[in-house]
Nanobody, 115 residues
Framework: QVQLVESGGGLVQPGGSLRLSCAASGINFSIATMNWYRQTLGKQREVVAF???????NYTDSVKGRFTISRDNAKKTVYLQMNNLKPEDAAVYYCYAQLPSRGYWGQGTQVTVSS
């Protein structure tokens, strides 16, 4: 059974930091491109960052310089370090594992940025 379990969300003040984790099981994690998406009410889910099996990384422009994606293949976990958070970063953050055959979503973790 495939599971992607996100954790690390919560309430943080503007300028604060959070570290999201996504622990995978039931997939060949080492060959997956791992993605972080986010979604707010009434908006489409958007990709925030991804990291390929080879370690190539890309970020959406709005988070460049503030967010860092990384992966630990031994732990089958992908991380998203989020620094200098802004109110517009508030969303439900989802982990997405992209494999050659299909993709899998996690259940999401809520990030709230408010003073």
């Amino acid at each position: 059974q495939v599971q992607l379990v996100e954790s690390g969300g919560g309430l943080v003040q503007p300028g604060g930091s959070l570290r999201l984790s996504c622990a995978a099981s039931g997939i060949n994690f080492s060959i997956a491109t791992m993605n972080w998406y986010r979604q707010t009410l009434g908006k489409q889910r958007e990709v925030v960052a991804f990291i390929t099996r080879g370690g190539s990384i890309n970020y959406t422009d709005s988070v460049k310089g503030r967010f860092t994606i990384s992966r630990d293949n031994a732990k089958k976990t992908v991380y998203l370090q989020m620094n200098n958070l802004k109110p517009e970063d508030a969303a439900v953050y989802y982990c997405y594992a992209q494999l050659p055959s299909r993709g899998y979503w996690g259940q999401g973790t809520q990030v709230t940025v408010s003073s």
